[in-house]
């Protein structure tokens, strides 16, 4: 059974979430106050986080930063009310996996998480993958550069594998969010392009052979 937790301080949202989720046979934990919810968060394994942007206490932005600096992988879903690119990229560069904005659905709520716990990718494939001077071992979500560990996000890793198990083939972005995502993004497909940037700047070798297809998506070569 995957485990739950919601950080979010409107009651209404916490416990209409709540009911939901556990009908879909998740088990289920919220905190109101963003500090409280930091703390159950740091010291339990969760699956899926819910993470709500304005919260007393302490914010989302600072609890996900904070969470993945500890190496928390937990798959983080922001819930905001705040609908504007900036937050939603700053949100995907600090770690977050997903950005949800309310009002929302439980259908889509659901397919969030489903798509979440899925990491599909990861399931059929040796567990050590090499690339260039690269070691990624996908059971704990390292990446090796020679000797250096370089620090991805659950998403960047994610996106890194899926480049390598499709080592040579033209990638469009719609299908980059349908693979990783699980979800349509409204056709807003920049979230792609954030995360080849932070892989580009993260990583040398990708930089040089992670190609731009002009009028598709990507290519690693």
């Not at 394994?45 to 928390?72: A, F, H, Q, T």
């Not at 929302?104 to 990718?121: D, H, M, N, T």
């Not at 499709?166 to 719609?174: E, Q, T, V, W, Y």
Request: hydrophobic fraction near 40%; aromatic fraction near 10%; glycine fraction near 6%.
């Amino acid at each position: 059974m995957a485990k739950v937790l919601i950080i979010e301080d409107e009651t209404s949202i916490t416990r209409m979430i709540e009911y939901d989720l556990k009908q879909l046979g998740y088990d289920v934990n919220s905190e109101l106050d963003g500090l409280k919810g930091y703390n159950k968060a740091s010291k339990n394994i969760y699956d899926v986080i819910l993470l709500d942007l304005m919260l007393p206490s302490m914010n989302g932005m600072d609890i996900c930063k904070k969470l993945r600096e500890e190496g928390n992988d937990s798959y983080i879903i922001m819930l905001t009310a705040l609908d504007d690119e900036y937050n939603k990229i700053q949100g995907l560069e600090i770690g977050a996996d997903d950005y949800i904005t309310k009002p929302f659905s439980p259908r889509e709520l659901s397919a969030r998480i489903k798509a979440g716990l899925r990491r599909k990718v990861l399931s059929d494939t040796n567990d050590i993958l090499y690339y260039q001077n690269l070691k990624i071992i996908q059971s704990s979500y390292e990446v090796f550069q020679g000797d250096k560990k370089i620090e991805l996000t659950l998403r960047e890793f994610e996106l890194l594998v899926y480049l390598l198990i499709n080592k040579g083939k033209a990638l469009s972005r719609d299908q980059l969010l349908t693979n990783l995502w699980g979800f349509s993004y409204d056709g807003d497909s920049r979230v792609v392009d954030v995360h080849i940037f932070k892989l580009r700047e993260k990583i040398d070798p990708i930089a040089e052979y992670l190609k731009t297809v002009r009028g598709i998506g990507y290519k690693l070569i």
